[in-house]
């Protein structure tokens, strides 16, 4: 059973990774027949990652045809977002009262991580580094339930960048650069946890969809 369950992540992962990097465009048809090749699994794992993303309104059933991926409306987007400010505000206030020398290098290893493959690694890399900043950030208020729910929404906030990325820019490049990552480090290491909580809200309404 565990051995399914894994396989059916890794289908559904992969279903949603091509649609982050257009290759299943929004709105467009996709088949039973054609992720089974694509993927090589069986009717049946694909079948119950088919659901979950189905349950998650990734996909819409099309019987006789296939699956649609679904579009995010605006309201989708603006609420997502506005879900991700409040996890994120909540989740900093919460760590600040447990941070010590161990959890600020952890991010700050990680910013130095990401520095290394700034100007080599391609945009979805960058926005993948960006997200993982941000949920080792919320990580450390301890928070599991809060850290599955921000996990959630970045997932709905992934689609959403990809949807706006692929309508407005197709393929010309993206800048998305971690100096803000850095502030915010600094500001909890210096102890000035104002200007950090002002620095993530920035870092937060820079990104626009």
């Not at 649609?68 to 506005?82: F, K, P, S, T």
């Not at 690694?121 to 599955?148: E, P, R, Y």
């Amino acid at each position: 059973m565990k051995q399914n369950h894994s396989l059916k992540d890794d289908v559904r992962n992969k279903i949603i990774t091509e649609i982050l990097i257009g290759t299943f465009p929004v709105n467009s048809i996709v088949t039973e027949k054609q992720l089974i090749e694509m993927f090589t699994v069986s009717k049946t794992t694909l079948r119950e990652a088919l659901v979950e993303l189905r349950n998650e309104n990734v996909l819409e059933s099309m019987p006789r045809y296939g699956y649609r991926i679904v579009e995010l409306n605006r309201n989708d987007i603006e609420d997502a977002m506005e879900v991700r400010m409040l996890l994120e505000l909540a989740g900093l206030e919460k760590s600040i009262h447990q941070l010590d020398e161990n959890k600020i290098n952890m991010l700050k290893n990680y910013n130095d991580e990401c520095e290394r493959t700034r100007i080599s690694a391609d945009l979805w890399t960058h926005w993948n580094n960006n997200i993982k900043f941000h949920l080792l950030l919320n990580s450390l208020a301890g928070n599991t339930w809060m850290q599955t729910m921000l996990d959630k929404t970045m997932s709905i906030i992934s689609r959403a960048y990809a949807q706006s990325y692929w309508e407005q820019w197709g393929n010309s490049a993206a800048s998305l650069d971690i100096d803000t990552h850095r502030e915010i480090v600094s500001s909890l290491e210096n102890k000035e946890f104002d200007k950090a909580k002002q620095k993530l809200v920035e870092d937060i309404l820079s990104l626009k969809i």
